[in-house]
Every structure is written in C-alpha cells, then in structure tokens.
C-alpha cells in the first residue's frame, strides 16, 4: 500500500466538517446505480429508446467487469488498512476500482454525448459540460473524502469508465449509422 495515498486520504479528512460530510455522501448516492437509474430514465423519454438501450448495456457490462477486477485485485479499502482512516459511510467490497468513479464517469460520457446532440447553444453546451466534468472531479475528491478509496482506485475507475463509454457510444454510432442506411434502402427500394 502506498503510504502517499493514505496521506493524501488524512489530509482531505483533516477538513471535514458535518456540511461536507453531507456534501460527499449526496454526491457518492448521485454516482451510484440511483444516479444511474435517474439518467437512464430521463435518456429514456427525452432521447432515443436506442441510447437508453445502449447506456444502459454499457454500464450494466462495466459494473460486471468492476466487481470481477474487484475480486481478482482483492484490495482492502483505506479505512481496514489504516484504523485513523475514517469510514464516513457504508460500503461493500473491495477499494479497486472505484466503481463511484466509474459509474460517474460513464453517466457523464453519455450524458455530455447527449448535450452535444441536442443542445445547440454553444455557451449553454460547454456550460452543461464542464459541470458534468466539476462533477466527476467531486466524485473522485468524495469518494477518497469518505476513506473509501485510494487516489489509485479512482483514476482506474475514471480510466475504465472512459473505456468502457467510448466502446459503447461507437457501437451506438454504428447501430445508428446501420439503421439509418437501412432506412435509406428501403426508401430507394420502396421508389423503384
């Protein structure tokens, strides 16, 4: 275990107070599986039923291949290693990957994906977008805030959620794409 990353963990505790304990856990609960739910929903009825589909498959892969990377690394979380660390809110499992981190950053892929789609105003879309990353930095800062994970176990979590983002919003692009020549050629063969 890397000492510097307990440190690191001991000096972001050391200001913690009840607001920003509140703070950080709101953030984690907005991170989870009940963040994820919300944006596959509002995707849902606001956006295509296909990137729903595609969101939803994508994550639901990642956080497989998390709890599987999880149990192969087997890393204990901060607080069972260094007993001054302090657990600021349940969880389950092992410290890497991050799967808050990874969760956050799949939802703000798909989501900034989306604003690019739909948003035209260009000041609105990079307004909306440098939230979503202001976001996935508190995520990182919460969960290691909460003496649940190393600064490793995030940016791995940010890296495969990255990963994972991209390989699914090329397979939507592709479905799309198909779709859409497939429409074409019906259309050409409907006019013969």
Not at 95 to 106: K, V
Not at 166 to 178: C, Q
């Amino acid at each position: 275990i890397n000492i510097m990353e307990l440190e690191i963990i001991k000096a972001l505790q050391s200001i913690g107070n009840d607001a920003l304990d509140i703070v950080c856990k709101s953030i984690s609960y907005l991170a989870s599986y009940l963040g994820f739910f919300f944006w596959l929903v509002v995707i849902f009825i606001f956006f295509k039923k296909s990137y729903a589909v595609c969101f939803g498959v994508t994550y639901g892969i990642s956080v497989g291949f998390n709890y599987a990377i999880k149990a192969i690394v087997n890393r204990p979380r901060p607080y069972v290693v260094d007993t001054s660390i302090i657990n600021k809110l349940n969880a389950v499992g092992q410290s890497f990957p991050s799967g808050h981190t990874l969760s956050a950053t799949i939802i703000c892929f798909f989501l900034s994906y989306w604003i690019n789609e739909k948003v035209k105003s260009k000041w609105l879309k990079y307004s909306l977008i440098t939230l979503l990353v202001l976001f996935l930095l508190s995520v990182i800062f919460s969960r290691m805030y909460l003496g649940q994970h190393y600064l490793t176990d995030t940016i791995a979590g940010l890296v495969l959620g990255a990963c994972y983002s991209i390989i699914g919003l090329f397979a939507y692009k592709k479905y799309e794409n198909r779709k859409k020549n497939n429409d074409k050629k019906g259309k050409n063969d409907g006019n013969k």
